[in-house]
């Protein structure tokens, strides 16, 4: 019988690849801590581990869960930035490339509509009966120029929702698909020119050294005053420290994100009861124009299915064929 480690699980993880595993019967252990090299000795005795965002798999982990004679990564998420795939050695790193583009799309809309709109500020007002709507005023999202950096799975979905509210959209990636951009009809620009026009940046490309930072003091100089940013990709696509610099210049509009930089430590549990605190968290939470999610963006019910199928899948092809298609090399 295969066992699997699954690490930084939560309740809905175990519910759903329980539902799932009744079809492949893996024995499974679920640890609520993340994997990284205080914890990688939990995986001792397992033939994969499954990870998800946050795990870390560097060079020192992967050496151990190669001396433990594990076979397999198994990511639950689409995302492999977490995982030095340079130093995999006898491992194999499989994950799911496409479990719901939609979710994430909608959710980058949700925190540029919460941000446009101020429905955060009215909410609140509204829970204490205050009904004034001074201060809320936002703008029509309609004939904006848009620029999406990654017009992959999830950039296309934002790119044809945005395309719905009559909006203008500019694309920037390293490939050009151009037959999308034709059938959806937007257009590929440099990446200045996408930040000297855009309205509205959405980031939906991965994290690899080339995206790193990639909105940073240069890039954020080049855009428009009051431009809304949004970010559901990865936290370092951002510089923190010259997006806040750029904030307290009161050039930027508004920010929503779903990802932070640091998040690691903070993101996806409850820490409302403790004193730990980032500061570059701590000051973007305390602006006014900045709505942050808690890496959520893929949390529909739709995509968890697909994300405990299709890794019960992808662990079944490895262990029974040797390879798979959606295997990360
Ligand atoms: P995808 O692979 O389909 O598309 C990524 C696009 O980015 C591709 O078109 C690629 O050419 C482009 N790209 C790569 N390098 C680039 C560069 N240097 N500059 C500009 N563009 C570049 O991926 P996807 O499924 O659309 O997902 C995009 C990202 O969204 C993932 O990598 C992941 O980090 C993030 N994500 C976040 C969540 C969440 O819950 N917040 C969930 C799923 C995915």
Known sequence: MIKIAFFDTKDYDKKLFNEYNKNYGYEITYYESKLNIETVHLAKGYDAVCIFVNDRADKPVLDKLNEYGV???ALRCAGFNNVDLGNLGNLKAVRVPAYSPYAVAEHATALLLNINRKIYKSYQRVKKYNFDIDGLLGFDVHGKTVGVIGTGKIGKVFIQIMKGFGTNVIAYDVYHDDKAAEELGFKYVSLDELCESSDIISL??????ETEYIINKQTLSKMKDGVIIINSSRGKLIKTDDLIDAMFEER????????YENEEEYFLQDLSGSYKRDRN?????SMPNVTITSHQAFFTSEALHKIASDTCQNVKDIFEKGECVNEVK
């Open 281 to 285: 968290l701590s000051l973007l939470i």
């Open 252 to 259: 930027i509009g508004g920010v929503g994100l779903d990802v």
């Open 71 to 73: 076979k397999l990564i």
């Open 204 to 209: 939906h490309c991965p994290l690899t050294p």
